[in-house]
């Protein structure tokens, strides 16, 4: 991950916000019952692995040229809704829960991922076109 360590300490707060809002829900979702606990598990499970993999494009692109790093951040928000998609298909289907409380965690949980990609997005574009132009 040495790509995201060139983003500075705002990078590492946003991640800890998020992890926060995770925690956060966590316990929440203890106090409101065992539905509401197993739908959260299972939705911070889907959405962290939804994340991870949306992730992915967007460090390469931090170490692409500004043409293709666009391209590589579209790919991050195609693949974490593919994987969001299908996780979710898959944990309706075959795990008995209540879909209310999953599908409510897990809409909470890929805003909150999406919103701290989209802002390490935008700080990555930003690096990228920080470049000097010559003066005439």
Not at 103 to 116: N, P, T
Request: aromatic letters at 10%.
């Amino acid at each position: 991950m040495a790509g995201i360590q060139c983003l500075g300490k705002t990078c590492w707060l946003g991640l800890s916000v998020v992890a926060a809002v995770f925690a956060a829900a966590g316990g929440i979702s203890i106090l409101l019952g065992t539905d509401a606990s197993n739908g959260c598990f299972w939705a911070i499970l889907v959405s962290g692995i939804a994340a991870c993999g949306g992730l992915v494009p967007i460090v390469y692109a931090i170490r692409a040229s500004s043409s293709l790093s666009i391209a590589f951040v579209l790919a991050s928000g195609v693949i974490r809704l593919l994987l969001a998609l299908v996780g979710a298909v898959i944990i309706v289907v075959f795990i008995r829960i209540n879909p209310m409380w999953f599908v409510v965690w897990l809409g909470l949980f890929y805003v909150v991922m999406l919103g701290w990609e989209v802002r390490l997005a935008a700080r990555m574009m930003n690096k990228h076109t920080e470049t000097k132009v010559p003066e005439i």
